[in-house]
Nanobody
Framework: QVQLVESGGGLVQAGGSLRLSCAASGRTFSMYGMGWFRQAPGKEREFVAAISRSGGKTYYSDSVKGRFTISRDNAKNLVSLQMNSLQPEDTGVYYC?????????WGQGTQVTVSS
């Protein structure tokens, strides 16, 4: 089992940047594929980005490709999401996920608000 705690959310103006972090508990962090999802008000939760266990492969939704970068540090049990060129449509609660053998763990989420 793994516990996930997100941080780094906040209020930023359009065009600005934020860096989200997700700290994971446990000694088996490198066994988990990690990812980020988000949920905007009144909308369904959607995939944002993911990274393989070794960090060698990354995946992005079309809406954030080229603006967001996911990374991980297996020595520190940490996964990050660097978000640049933020737009109001990026507003939402961002959730960190950890996936292993088809089971996905979720963090509590961190709010990101982008003002126009």
């Amino acid at each position: 089992q793994v516990q996930l705690v997100e941080s780094g959310g906040g209020l930023v103006q359009a065009g600005g940047s934020l860096r989200l972090s997700c700290a994971a508990s446990g000694r088996t962090f490198s066994m988990y594929g990690m990812g980020w999802f988000r949920q905007a008000p009144g909308k369904e939760r959607e995939f944002v980005a993911a990274i393989s266990r070794s960090g060698g492969k990354t995946y992005y939704s079309d809406s954030v490709k080229g603006r967001f970068t996911i990374s991980r540090d297996n020595a520190k049990n940490l996964v990050s999401l660097q978000m640049n060129s933020l737009q109001p449509e990026d507003t939402g609660v961002y959730y960190c996920t950890a996936t292993h053998i088809g089971y996905k763990y979720w963090g509590q989420g961190t709010q990101v608000t982008v003002s126009s």
